[in-house]
């Protein structure tokens, strides 16, 4: 099990800025490549960006959906055992429950969201003034 678990959403105004953690307690969030879906309603859940695990032959490679490119960054503090998503400059369109998830494997391989093992409780990230 892959207990997972985000925070941080909530309410902001368009061009605005907001950081999702996501956490996993008793877990080395770094053993794994851990991506970030969203879900707005009435919508297919998609692939917003991924990190890659750094242990061993992983390089912690970061990629993103084209529509957050240069606006939305993610990063690891293993320290912390934390994967944030920073959004900025944000659009009403970004509206939606955010989502980290693993597929328990090292590397991100740009799968869809069926492909993946465990998942958090979701968090709302609204945009709108």
């Known amino acids: 099990q892959v207990p997972l678990e985000e925070s941080g959403g909530g309410l902001v105004q368009p061009g605005g800025s907001l950081r999702l953690s996501c956490t996993a307690s008793?877990?080395?969030?770094?053993?794994?490549?851990i991506a970030w879906f969203r879900q707005a309603p009435g919508k297919e859940r998609e692939a917003v960006s991924c990190?890659?695990?750094?242990?061993?032959?992983?390089?912690?490679?970061?990629n993103y959906a084209d529509s957050v490119r240069g606006r939305f960054t993610v990063s690891r503090d293993n320290a912390k055992n934390t994967v944030y998503l920073q959004m900025d400059s944000l659009k009403p369109e970004d509206t939606a429950v955010y989502y980290c998830?693993?597929?328990?494997?090292?590397?991100?391989?740009?799968?869809?969201?069926?492909?993946?093992?465990?998942w958090g409780q979701g968090t709302q990230v609204t945009v709108s003034s």
């Open positions: 998830a693993t597929e328990t494997l090292s590397n991100c391989r740009g799968s869809k969201w069926y492909s993946y093992d465990y």
């Open positions: 008793g877990f080395t969030l770094d053993y794994y490549a």
């Open positions: 990190i890659s695990s750094t242990i061993g032959n992983s390089d912690g490679r970061p």
